[in-house]
């Protein structure tokens, strides 16, 4: 399978003004893959290098050592630059920082109008891309009448509007209540499985990370963890080692299993663990 | 609270005003404002109120409206007025009172100077009631374009005042939390004299202005995401276009000026 990013010992840190002392280093030799039409969410605690991961995705960010390729174009080929930022969308965490325009279809015009995409065909995008993220019944709204999580969708749909590989998105839920949070995931998920999107998630949210095909876990600026989340989420102690929890249901089975229970480890969804549980009550006579 | 403020005065009802070209509505506005300075003969005010009234009619707006773009404006209306009845001193004397006389020259320039400036008022603000900021802004953009030439920042201009606009209501709503947040630690806003009053603005201010510098930034940075590289090769998702309509006002607007420096020239 094709390699939509590629990143190969890429080394950063923050440049500091001169006299200062050198920054500490906030990504250290990280080398990772990630396959096209994958879904990877990207765990770690504040500081750990996951959001200066994602802005080397789209090429805010350049790698001091090391490269970083997305479609196999290297990020700090300056001449690529929008070639880049055209096919690798950001979405960030706080929706107002993010919607230019005064009308949410305007706003999701924005990219399209960068692009020198003509008028009809922006038209056609902008709708299109309204429809995805279920917001098209609000396209002449003015930002400021939407709620978080409806915000957060049209600035999702801003970066579908580019036509994009892929979206890498930087904490999209963080600043969201419970039902905004829901309805942005859901978009999320519907971009990756219909319209076969590559998705990035960073996150420290333990249940969204558990929707994702592959959990990529940092910590001080370098990967610990890389696998499906069900191996990663059965690693209890090492989790909590590093400052994470796992999800609800993981911790319950853990709990269980140190008591004795014979139930399986990588268990990760409400379902999954009423199956288990289920399973397990049958077995004993109450 | 604040959140009350509107957001310009854009009235949204469809009228004939409101379909025409913005770019033909801005030119219109100059247009009359040519008009209603051009000459100082009544039959200038009278044209200019014909003008303005039709305009009133085709745009559907209430008078209710125009009267509230009046309203603000009376004192100092009320205050140049008296000061020209007083000052002024060509004519015959029609009334004098110890120190005080008023001139014939006085009292018509006085009218005359009311019947502009609520004219001006009530046919500007016309633009501005039918025409929503986006369109002004992207109409600016459009009439301002020949500027280009001599390296002037029109798009830059017109991208500034949208991106304004759209962080109107989210910087009132930021002011809105900060204030309610000072108030909780015991700031008292409502209370004192005005230098105490100026002085709690401080740590409203402060607050408010960090927080817009960390927005701006991050808006710059997600618009570079976007693929924004300035007006350059840009194309629009909606196209101003001009229709029937907007030459055919253009045409009575013409009219209108060439009669009102007529009549002038004429000296009727």
């Not at chain 2, 209430?62 to 000061?83: D, E, N, Q």
Request: one cysteine or more; a negative charge; proline letters at 5%.
């Amino acid at each position: 399978m094709e390699h939509m990013i590629e990143a190969k010992h890429i080394t950063f840190r923050y440049p500091v003004d001169e006299g200062q002392p050198a920054g500490e280093t906030v990504l250290k030799d990280i080398s990772l893959h990630i396959e096209k039409g994958s879904f990877v969410a990207v765990l770690g605690h504040n500081g750990s290098g996951k959001s200066t991961f994602a802005k080397h995705i789209n090429a805010i960010l350049v790698p001091e050592e090391g490269k970083m390729f997305v479609e196999g174009i290297d990020t700090s080929d300056e001449s690529r630059l929008f070639d880049i930022r055209q096919k690798a969308g950001m979405v960030f965490q706080d929706p107002d920082n993010q919607i230019v325009a005064t009308v949410v279809e305007e706003d999701v015009a924005f990219a399209p109008e960068n692009l020198g995409v003509p008028p009809a065909e922006i038209r056609s995008r902008v709708d299109n891309a309204l429809r995805t993220v279920n917001m098209y019944d609000y396209r002449s709204h003015a930002p400021s009448q939407l709620s978080g999580g409806q915000k957060q969708r049209v600035a999702i749909a801003g970066v579908i509007a580019m036509q994009p590989d892929l979206i890498v998105l930087d904490e999209p839920t963080a600043m969201l209540d419970p039902q905004g949070r829901e309805e942005v995931l859901e978009a999320i998920r519907r971009l990756n499985r219909e319209k076969g999107i590559t998705v990035v998630l960073i996150t420290h949210y333990m249940e969204e990370a558990a929707l994702a095909d592959r959990v990529v876990v940092m910590d001080s600026g370098v990967v610990v963890l890389d696998d499906t989340p069900h191996k990663v989420f059965a690693q209890v102690e090492k989790m909590r080692s590093l400052g994470l929890d796992v999800p609800q249901v993981t911790e319950l089975v853990y709990e269980l299993r140190k008591e004795g229970f014979s139930l399986p480890a990588e268990i990760i969804s409400e379902t999954e663990c009423l199956d288990a549980l289920a399973a397990l009550l049958e077995i004993k006579p109450i | 609270m604040l959140k009350d403020i509107t957001l310009g005065q854009y009235f949204p009802i469809d009228s004939v005003l409101h379909r025409l070209d913005p770019r033909f509505k801005i030119i219109f506005t100059m247009l009359f404002i040519i008009m209603l300075f051009a000459g100082n003969s009544v039959w200038t005010l009278v044209l200019s109120a014909v003008f303005v009234l039709m305009a009133q009619f085709l745009s559907k707006i209430p008078l209710k409206m125009s009267w509230r773009s009046i309203r603000p404006l009376l004192p100092v209306l009320v205050f140049t007025a008296i000061l020209n009845l007083l000052l002024i001193d060509s004519g015959e004397v029609v009334w004098e009172w110890q120190f005080l006389h008023i001139y014939e020259g006085g009292i018509t320039t006085s009218i005359f100077m009311i019947a502009r400036i609520v004219l001006l008022m009530v046919g500007s603000s016309l633009l501005t009631y039918t025409t929503s900021p986006i369109l002004l802004t992207d109409a600016i953009e459009a009439l301002l374009s020949p500027l280009k030439r001599i390296r002037f920042p029109v798009h830059e201009m017109a991208m500034m005042m949208s991106i304004a606009l759209r962080f109107i209501p989210t910087l009132l709503e930021e002011t809105d939390k900060i204030i309610s947040a000072q108030k909780a630690r015991g700031a008292a806003l409502d209370s004192g004299g005005i230098r105490e009053r100026v002085r709690a603005l401080l740590p409203i201010l402060v607050p408010l202005f960090v927080s817009a510098f960390r927005r701006a930034e991050e808006l710059a940075t997600a618009m570079e995401c976007r693929c924004y590289r300035g007006g350059e090769g840009r194309t629009r998702l909606r196209q101003l276009k001009a229709g029937v309509g907007d030459h055919i006002g253009l045409g009575v607007c013409l009219v209108f000026l060439g009669a009102s420096i007529c009549v002038n020239f004429l000296k009727l």
